[in-house]
């Protein structure tokens, strides 16, 4: 293997964020293609310029050169609630979850993310750029979700788009934060109910007489965009029942669901499918009790044999520093049947799909927006390291990990 290695042009006095870069790999995964060997990215203005064989891109003077054994897009963690957690165990910096109500969706994490967050900083340095992340599992609707970089000192710099999804959750995980819902039947009820009150308050909205129509209601307002199709509802279902459940509600109301977690899966493999529901799987490693007592290692190898789309995601922890690394998730997807490519596809261009940005992130090709990761290896070795990372063109880790 490659000694991974950085080779500067002259400038090095320009910050990263004003320089131009170019990036040359041994192997370059563009996510859009087949990979290419001996390749080139040229970054111009925090856009991808250019990305071919280093034959073929004749790198322009005065452009910082850096140098890599493999290249892939930014990494994207499809299911996260880093920003709303913070690192340590501290009660002032755990916002994911507001346990005063099973059912809130106008909590906005928009709100709520700390973009200085270290526990931010620690997963860039694992190559991950992008973050769907907010209000996470534990109630019946805890909130809304947002899209972010992993770079900007504030909320506005690091936005993607405000509202991604509004989260949901099925299931005994409910139990341990509210006296009600105390079973699964009632937890569905629960969320039909706000369902078909936001059926009723749409029909409100849409009266002629302007004094029939309701006073503003935040919570109705965000459910009515989810039966509008806005927005995705995703429900964290890990069991059969949940499962089953959360692909009735949404032929019964139409909305895009996303399943999250999805322990079970593989058991129910053509219901998913035929429902043209895609899955951010639960992390690889996941503890198997509980909800998950019967999760698997090889769930990412059956989900991508049968055709359904799906994602990888951290979720979150309760112990420090409070976040998986998807990365690592991956990986062990990898060690138990999913082939190498499906797990860069699932860590990229498909959860870029999945969450509605493939028009920005995702993959390497001009006019994207310059996320890359440069490894000093397979980044499925364990031994390998990410020794580098920009966003939007600016190199904003470089120091192996």
Not at 320 to 340: C, D, I, Q, S, Y
Not at 375 to 382: K, L, Q, R, S, T
């Amino acid at each position: 293997m490659k000694i991974w290695s950085f080779l500067l042009t002259l400038g090095l006095l320009v910050s990263s964020a004003q320089a131009q870069l170019a990036v040359r790999a041994d192997t370059i995964y563009t996510m859009a293609g087949a990979p290419i060997e001996n390749g080139v990215v040229l970054i111009r203005d925090g856009k991808i310029e250019q990305v071919g064989p280093a034959q073929a891109i004749r790198i322009p003077e005065g452009y910082r050169v850096l140098e890599a054994v493999v290249v892939t897009p930014g990494l994207i963690d499809a299911h996260s609630v880093v920003g709303l957690a913070g690192i340590l165990n501290y009660d002032h910096d755990q916002d994911q979850l507001d346990t005063s109500d099973p059912i809130q969706p106008e909590l906005r994490a928009i709100d709520a993310y700390n973009a200085r967050e270290r526990l931010v900083e620690w997963v860039r340095s694992f190559g991950v750029t992008t973050l769907h992340t907010g209000h996470g599992p534990g109630a019946v609707i805890s909130g809304q979700t947002m899209l972010v970089k992993t770079r900007g000192e504030t909320v506005e710099k690091a936005l993607i788009d405000s509202v991604a999804t509004v989260a949901a959750t099925l299931g005994p995980m409910v139990e341990r934060y509210f006296r009600s819902p105390g079973t699964r039947a009632k937890a569905v009820a629960m969320l039909r109910a706000e369902l078909l009150k936001a059926q009723a308050y749409r029909r409100k909205l849409q009266a002629s007489d302007p004094s029939r129509r309701p006073e503003p209601d935040l919570g109705m307002e965000t459910l009515v965009r989810v039966l509008d199709g806005e927005i995705p509802l995703m429900i964290t279902a890990q069991q059969v029942p949940e499962i089953m459940a959360a692909l009735r509600l949404q032929r019964e109301f139409g909305f895009r669901l996303i399943l999250d977690g999805a322990a079970e899966a593989y058991l129910v493999l053509d219901a998913i499918k035929q429902a043209g529901v895609p899955v951010i799987l639960h992390p690889a490693m996941v503890r198997p009790r509980g909800e998950t007592v019967n999760a698997t290692l090889e769930t990412a190898a059956r989900l991508h044999e049968a055709g359904i789309p799906f994602a990888f995601q951290s979720g979150f922890e309760s112990y420090v520093p409070k976040t998986r690394v998807v990365l690592f998730e991956a990986a062990m997807a990898v060690a138990n049947g999913l082939p190498r490519t499906a797990a860069l596809e699932a860590l990229t261009i498909q959860a870029a799909r999945i969450l509605g940005i493939a028009d920005r992130v995702g993959s390497l090709e001009p006019g994207k927006d310059a996320d890359l990761v440069l490894f000093d290896g397979d980044p499925f070795e364990y031994t390998t390291h990410v020794c580098g990372v920009i966003i939007e063109g600016e190199l904003v880790h470089e120091t192996c990990q």
